[in-house]
């Protein structure tokens, strides 16, 4: 698979609903060991909450699915969230949300749309990003090319780090792998066909969702 969207990074957050407070957290996770450890922590941390509900989805191609309810109703709690990651097509990602009761009951229509919110603003705060197979390049070009050679890398989909100023311009450049071949084209024209470029490796990294 060429991409996937995942989170971009761990987000919290929380809502109160009828003074039960719900806390949702969410981490990108690259194994269900690791989704596991996460749900561990939180339970070990917040032991005088009464519900720990939670949902994640590991593997580009939805390969591990897992939710829990955690003593709330069937199907009030986990499957609506693990409903909302699919409707946005989040994998290797995990969201809990935590709950300490107000005192009210909710019903069964109020908790699937309290742990709904939760989900959704823990993913919200977690923010989320495409992971998508990266050609990274390493590049040297002279100082006379570079402001030509910089200026065209802003026009392009492309980015750019490890930037050095030594006997010559050297960076890295980030291309997506079906990128690859326009963006280095683009730049050895702009270079004045100076610019010389060593293959580094092909790796998932997180670009904007468009």
Excluded at 61 to 83: C, F, H, K, Q, V
Excluded at 103 to 119: D, E, N, P
Excluded at 157 to 168: N, T
């Amino acid at each position: 698979m060429d991409s996937y969207i995942t989170l971009a990074g761990p987000g919290q957050d929380e809502v109160t609903i009828q003074k039960s407070r719900f806390i949702g957290r969410a981490w990108p996770c690259s194994s269900e060991e690791d989704a596991l450890l996460h749900l561990k922590e939180i339970r070990e941390s917040f032991r005088e909450a009464r519900h720990h509900c939670y949902a994640y989805i590991i593997g580009a191609n939805e390969g591990i699915l897992r939710y829990s309810d955690d003593g709330e109703p069937g199907g009030t709690a986990g499957m609506p969230m693990l409903s909302l990651l699919r409707a946005e097509k989040l994998v290797n990602c995990c969201v809990v949300v935590t709950r300490y009761f107000g005192g009210i009951l909710l019903g069964t229509g109020g908790l699937v749309r309290a742990y709904t919110q939760g989900c959704r603003i823990a993913v919200e705060a977690a923010g989320i990003v495409r992971m998508e197979k990266t050609c990274h390049d390493l590049c040297e070009v002279p100082y006379s090319a570079w402001d030509t050679v910089r200026y065209t890398l802003d026009q392009l989909p492309a980015r750019y780090s490890d930037l050095e100023f030594g006997s010559a311009v050297s960076f890295t450049l980030l291309t997506r792998s079906a990128d690859r071949s326009r963006v280095l084209e683009s730049l050895v024209q702009a270079s004045g066909r100076s610019l010389e470029t060593l293959f580094d490796q092909e790796a998932y990294e997180a670009w904007p969702v468009s």
